[in-house]
């Protein structure tokens, strides 16, 4: 298969793909100044670090509920009454819909794992898929024969397992001590919710007289888990806590769209994140509280918040968010070289320039700029205005 008329990093390009999916070669063409409508552009496959992807079945329910009441009145109940069969069906839903908007990776967190896992190969995803736990399921400790029984006989290349605590206010000191050990032990992720909303804060401040990472440091879980640690959202933190994760070189998720519909806050605090050490990643959250599962709608909204709360417009710009989106999210799920050159699988998304969103740029200018300038160009419209339709290879 040959893909004509490429932009990779605005270098006009023709790329060549054997029948295993494995680019053989990348050739450069020289841009003439022609019309966009035949042309395209690549972009690199994105990362969603923090999903419940079957939450596609309960998408856009309990709106207008806070964290622990939408929790506890519109999705315990309900995901209570799931099946095995209906969570795959759901993660299917969820894989088919970031494939189409150009995702090819996911951090998730649920139960029946093994579920999950089927949708994700059969739509060659590639996936982190964590056991979600709460204090509930130790009573005999049967979920960690069933996270073991899941996992053994698992040789997807494309998939690796882990554990995670929903948070820490539903999993005791003692628990997540106990999690940590069994991630150290089994070398995964330790994905938890973290910091979400100020209530998260302030009960534990209240409960602990420290807030939530000084209380994870004290129990001793970054020093058994490092860099292995993930935590989502991490919207409410003070610049110790800041630094604390920075040392342990942690990854965090900020998941713009979710904070945003549950009221959580917008106090992401990325440039502090960044300059601390801390590995930020992007991504969605479930169908119920983020409604959808685009990534290129959460590079948009995650770098007008920054832009918008800091009165500053040259903060996290197209390029920056894109990196977050991608490079961060390949580091934190270990995932292999992705750029595209000869020997790599092609893993990034066709986006026509045959569409409203491109039509308009001035050919004279695009014509005489670098491939630096072009990508950016391209770049900026494709995350401002929108992917229209995307095609992954
Ligand atoms: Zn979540």
Redesign the pocket.
């Known amino acids: 298969m040959t893909i004509n008329n490429l932009f990779i990093k605005g270098v006009l390009s023709k790329v060549t793909l054997g029948d295993d999916g494995v680019i053989k070669s990348v050739e450069e063409i020289s841009y003439k100044g022609q019309g966009l409508e035949e042309l395209s552009f690549a972009l690199p496959g994105l990362v969603n670090m923090?999903?419940?992807s079957a939450m596609t079945l309960l998408r856009s329910v309990g709106s207008g509920l806070p964290l622990f009441r939408w929790l506890n009145e519109a999705i315990f109940p309900r995901e209570a009454e799931l099946t095995p069969d209906d969570i795959y069906r759901g993660a299917l839903e969820a894989c088919e819909e970031m494939r189409d908007t150009g995702t090819i990776a996911f951090n998730d967190?649920y139960f029946n794992i093994e579920s999950t896992i089927r949708a994700a190969v059969e739509t060659g995803m590639y996936a982190n898929v964590a056991l979600s736990v709460t204090d509930r399921d130790f009573g005999n400790r049967s979920f960690v024969s069933q996270y073991l029984k899941t996992v053994e006989h698992l040789s997807y290349p494309n998939i690796t397992t882990s554990i995670a605590p929903h948070a820490i206010y539903t999993v005791s000191g003692r628990n997540l001590q106990y999690l940590a050990d069994f991630a150290k032990e089994h070398k995964t992720l330790f994905h938890i919710?973290l910091s979400?909303t100020q209530k998260e804060r302030e009960d534990c401040i209240k409960q602990y007289s420290m807030p939530p990472v000084k209380y994870l440091e004290q129990l001793g879980i970054f020093d058994k888990v490092g860099s292995r640690f993930v935590g989502?959202?991490a919207l409410w933190l003070d610049e110790e806590e800041i630094q604390i994760l920075g040392n342990h070189k942690v990854t965090v998720v900020h998941?713009p769209n979710?904070n945003l519909k549950l009221g959580s806050g917008c106090r992401f605090l990325y440039t502090e994140l960044r300059d601390a050490g801390v590995n930020v990643t992007l991504?969605t959250?479930?169908c119920a509280?983020s409604d959808n599962l685009d990534m290129v709608e959460a590079m948009k909204v995650m770098s007008l918040l920054q832009k918008g709360t800091r009165h500053d417009p040259s903060v996290l710009p197209a390029e920056e968010v894109l990196e977050v989106a991608t490079t961060n999210g390949y580091r934190a799920l270990g995932l292999p070289d992705m750029s595209i050159k000869a020997g790599n699988r092609f893993h990034a998304s066709i986006v026509s320039l045959n569409n409203r969103i491109f039509k308009n740029i001035d050919l004279r200018v695009f014509a005489d700029s670098t491939p630096q300038e072009r990508h950016t160009t391209l770049l900026n419209r494709l995350i401002y205005a929108g992917h229209g339709d995307m095609l992954m290879c």
């Open positions: 923090h999903t419940h967190m919710h979400e989502a959202h998941c979710s991504g959250d479930g509280s």
